[in-house]
């Protein structure tokens, strides 16, 4: 493959900026929130040079100057997820776990909080114990978000109840166990007026956000295809029938939801096309298969989605693919170039153009190449890779920002957040739904707008 440096374009960077005017702020505080952030860039951190900006904020969390207090729900011995949650949640220092409910199982739940170093006066037999003592706590004790890292099913309870008692939500996806409980989810967090986001983690790597930056600023030109795959072997074997935990529940529909493989990592790739081109839906055909004999669920599936563009995008997430482990693989075509990015692989990104050498960009927060986006993601200087705790610290490192504004009585973006909200939640419930539908009724077109999506 050919090498080019990209250069910077003049032009396409004012643009790029203008993306922002909206809420600038935003992006210098996420950019650099924390000392560990700034003290492993440079001196000079790029997004500072990109803005002008002369200062950073000195105290924890801005205005807020304290650590958010976090409680965690799911993550007790033997889960997966929970702990990939508490990690990021605290990798720039700007919360501390204090609280938790960790396992659908009282007596496993406080067992599993020393690992945790959440006191024992505060680990919870139940989310419903949890709610209830937290809310009665002083307001300078009282934990100020819930992580949601339970199985499917549970989503929607936790996260509503959390919501109506007024604590900030970051929810693992999808949001919930149906599109039903997603809108109804909307409302409550709509009232409530607290921040919600939406672990869609593959959303936070540096370089998606430089794509997403790239395409939204016009640097591809029109988009005219997407294909976004996730494809994984694991349950290529009924490996469920084993009684290994994160099978059974994912393979049974009371728990996992209508979808299997869609719901699970589709989602994923689905809200990757759209969170990196802002592309609007407008119909969705898809065939789902159960390729293990005896499984309920689907364990591939592909979807083709029309936008209103006019553009393709299709959705290929599969199960059973020997060998593969989470090739999440993106490309994107535009009528000035292309580009493909792939999360195995996620501190490098090429660019296509007719005619020019292959560019490929790596992560660098201080090469001019990097937009605003991608500079603000980052939190290593290149070379020294950063990968899936650190995106996933993106979602948080930006929810916070939100969080802290809420907590002094500032005003926060809602929908057009640089992390997956309440919407983008309720956007891949309804691609769940469609899908489903779609799959049952032999790929039928079906409609796939959201009144709450995003650009
Ligand atoms: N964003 C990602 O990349 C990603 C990756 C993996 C899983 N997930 C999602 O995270 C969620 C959890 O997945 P996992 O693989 O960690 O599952 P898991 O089975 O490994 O862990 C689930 C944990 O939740 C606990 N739990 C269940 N019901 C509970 C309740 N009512 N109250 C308290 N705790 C309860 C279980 O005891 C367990 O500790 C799922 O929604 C999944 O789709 C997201």
């Not at 505080?29 to 952030?37: D, P, V």
């Not at 204090?98 to 067992?111: I, Y």
């Amino acid at each position: 493959m050919g090498f080019c440096g990209p250069h910077q374009n003049p032009d396409v960077e004012h643009r790029a900026n203008d993306l922002h005017t909206r809420n600038p702020a935003t992006i210098l505080r996420g950019g650099f929130s924390t000392t560990f952030h700034a003290g492993n860039v440079t001196n000079q951190p790029a997004v500072h040079r990109l803005y002008g900006a002369t200062h950073m904020s000195e105290t924890t969390n801005g205005k807020l100057n304290r650590k958010l207090r976090m409680a965690l729900v799911g993550g007790g011995q033997g889960s997966f997820i929970g702990r990939v949650h508490a990690t990021a949640a605290v990798l720039d220092n700007r919360a501390s776990l204090v609280a938790g409910a960790l396992s659908s199982d009282p007596v496993r739940a406080k067992a599993s909080a020393p690992a945790y170093d959440i006191p024992e006066s505060r680990a919870y037999g139940s989310v419903e114990e949890m709610i209830q003592k937290e809310k009665a706590l002083p307001a300078d004790q009282r934990i100020d978000f819930v992580s949601v890292a339970t199985p499917n099913h549970t989503h929607f309870q936790i996260a509503k109840s959390a919501a109506e008692a007024g604590f900030n939500v970051v929810c693992d996806k999808p949001m919930t166990f149906d599109f039903v409980q997603a809108e109804e989810l909307v409302t409550a967090v709509e009232n409530s007026g607290v921040v919600f986001a939406v672990s869609h983690n593959y959303t936070g790597y540096p370089l998606v956000r430089q794509a997403r930056e790239m395409i939204l600023s016009g640097e591809l030109g029109e988009i005219n295809a997407i294909r976004s795959n996730y494809i994984q072997g694991w349950l290529r074997t009924r490996l469920e029938a084993s009684d290994q935990k994160q099978a059974a529940w994912r393979t049974d529909p009371k728990r996992s939801g209508a979808a299997g493989c869609f719901g699970d990592i589709g989602t994923h790739a689905y809200n990757l096309g759209r969170y990196m081109t802002g592309l609007l839906p407008a119909e969705i055909s898809c065939s789902l298969k159960v390729f293990a004999e005896g499984r309920a669920l689907d364990d591939y599936g592909h979807a083709v989605v029309r936008f209103e563009n006019g553009a393709i995008g299709t959705v290929t997430a599969s199960q059973i693919s020997h060998g593969r482990e989470n090739d999440l693989f993106i490309e994107v075509d535009g009528t000035k170039g292309a580009l493909q990015w792939r999360q195995e692989e996620p501190n490098v990104m090429i660019v296509r153009r007719n005619g020019s050498p292959h560019q490929m960009y790596t992560r660098d927060p201080n090469a001019p190449f990097m937009n605003s986006m991608g500079k603000a993601a980052c939190r290593l200087p290149s070379g020294h890779p950063e990968a899936f705790f650190e995106a996933f610290a993106n979602v948080y490192r930006f929810a916070y920002d939100d969080m802290a504004a809420r907590a002094t009585g500032e005003t926060f973006e809602k929908r057009d957040t640089i992390y997956p909200n309440v919407y983008d939640g309720a956007e891949g419930m309804y691609f769940i739904q469609q899908c489903v539908a779609s799959s049952q009724q032999n790929g039928a077109w079906l409609p796939m707008k959201y009144s709450g999506a995003r650009r």
